[in-house]
Each structure stands twice: as C-alpha cells, then as structure tokens.
C-alpha cells in the first residue's frame, strides 16, 4: 500500500512533475494523492489532471487570515487521506496551522544549500554573494523561514559565464534528483534529518 502524498504548488510544476514520475515506479513507496495550488493558471495543475491525479485550485484571497487559509488547505489534504505533504514551488509561507495539522509531515525544497540564502531569490543572492559552489535542500517545515532540519542536499558548480538561468537550470536538476528521494526516505520512515 502506497503512502498517500499531496503537493503544494504555485506555479509549473517541474518538481511535482519529478515527484509523478518517480511515484510511477510500483516500488516507490508514495503516490501522489492531490495536487494543490493557490494559482488557477498554476500549469501544475494541468500536469496533475494528465497524470490522472485530483487537481485542486484553492485561492489564498477572501479568507480572514493566513491561518484560516491553512486551515482549509488541511481540509482538503485530508479529504485525501494525505499522510506527507511536499511544497513544491508553493509560494506561500505556511503557518502552524498547516504544520501541526500535519503531524509535521511537510516537506519542503529550496534552491541553495541552505543555511545559506533563505528565502526568495536564493540563486540570485548565490551569485550575488560570490559563491563557487550552489545546490539545493530538502527540509522538514518548521515555523521558521527554510529553518526545518535538513533532510538531503546536492551541490553545484557556480561556473565564471553562469547567468541567473544557468544557475537555475543547473541546480533544477539536482532539485528533481533529491526529491523524490527525500519523500521515499519520509515515507519509509528513515529520516535521520541534521538540526541546525
């Protein structure tokens, strides 16, 4: 029996896309139970609905706080039975709510080798900032911003030419490769993530 996931997103999708196809392997232990977005044109979305997968627009305006808004999106990921969530481009900062009403089971990616560069724009203060070297982390949620333990990492070369898009393309490749492995390991239980 296959763990039930869902993901939350903002915008195209290529790590929920990653996360599909590796849930398509009868050995992964994780499926993707829904797919949620705060964005109606999130091409995600439309992703989700070809791989066969619940596609939920649940918008973040009109509701009275963040909170209640997390609230609602617990809702719907427990209508689905969801065990594990993913933020997968989700540009929203959750809240305790959203957390605690998953037993902290949320993971999350961002594109640098974190402690290093919270937050937006991380590649952009990479190369800012000088670094040789770039990568991305998985993470548990916590209340803090890209604070959670870390799960997995991958490195890569920030070359003299890169570009704000090369750096990008380069490190979105390790993002799809440490994923999927990150969620395999959250649902098998192995977990042993560093505290920082």
Same mark, same amino acid.
């Given at each position: 029996?296959?763990?039930?996931?869902?993901?939350?997103?903002?915008?195209?999708?290529?790590?929920?896309?990653?996360?599909?196809?590796?849930?398509?392997?009868?050995?992964?232990?994780?499926?993707?139970?829904?797919?949620? =977005?705060?964005?109606? *044109?999130?091409? +995600? %979305?439309?992703?989700? &609905?070809? @791989?066969?997968?619940?596609? /939920?627009?649940?918008?973040?305006?009109?509701?009275?706080?963040?909170?209640?808004?997390?609230?609602?999106?617990?809702?719907?990921?427990?209508?689905?039975?969801?065990?594990?969530?993913?933020?997968?481009?989700?540009?929203?900062?959750?809240?305790?709510?959203?957390?605690?009403?998953?037993?902290?089971?949320?993971?999350?990616?961002?594109? =640098?080798?974190?402690? *290093?560069?919270? +937050? %937006?724009?991380?590649? &952009?203060? @990479?190369?800012?900032?000088? /670094?040789?070297?770039?990568?991305?982390?998985?993470?548990?949620?916590?209340?803090?911003?890209?604070?959670?333990?870390?799960?997995?990492?991958?490195?890569?070369?920030?070359?003299?030419?890169?570009?704000?898009?090369?750096?990008?393309?380069?490190?979105?490749?390790?993002?799809?490769?440490?994923?999927?492995?990150?969620?395999?390991?959250?649902?098998?239980?192995?977990?042993?993530?560093?505290?920082?």
């Amino acid at each position: 029996m296959k763990t039930p996931v869902g993901v939350l997103i903002s915008g195209s999708g290529t790590n929920l896309a990653a996360l599909l196809d590796s849930t398509q392997d009868p050995h992964f232990p994780a499926e993707i139970a829904v797919v949620i =977005s705060n964005k109606e *044109a999130a091409y +995600g %979305l439309q992703r989700a &609905r070809e @791989a066969g997968v619940p596609a /939920v627009f649940a918008s973040h305006r009109g509701w009275p706080s963040r909170e209640a808004y997390d609230a609602h999106l617990v809702e719907i990921l427990r209508a689905h039975r969801v065990e594990w969530v993913c933020l997968a481009g989700f540009m929203r900062i959750v809240t305790p709510v959203l957390i605690e009403g998953m037993q902290g089971k949320v993971l999350n990616i961002h594109p =640098s080798l974190l402690p *290093a560069f919270p +937050g %937006l724009h991380a590649q &952009r203060q @990479a190369l800012e900032h000088g /670094v040789k070297i770039a990568g991305a982390t998985v993470h548990l949620v916590d209340a803090g911003l890209d604070s959670g333990p870390i799960i997995e990492q991958a490195s890569v070369p920030v070359l003299p030419d890169d570009d704000l898009d090369a750096l990008q393309a380069r490190i979105l490749t390790v993002e799809h490769q440490i994923y999927p492995r990150a969620l395999r390991r959250a649902v098998l239980g192995e977990l042993q993530p560093t505290t920082r």
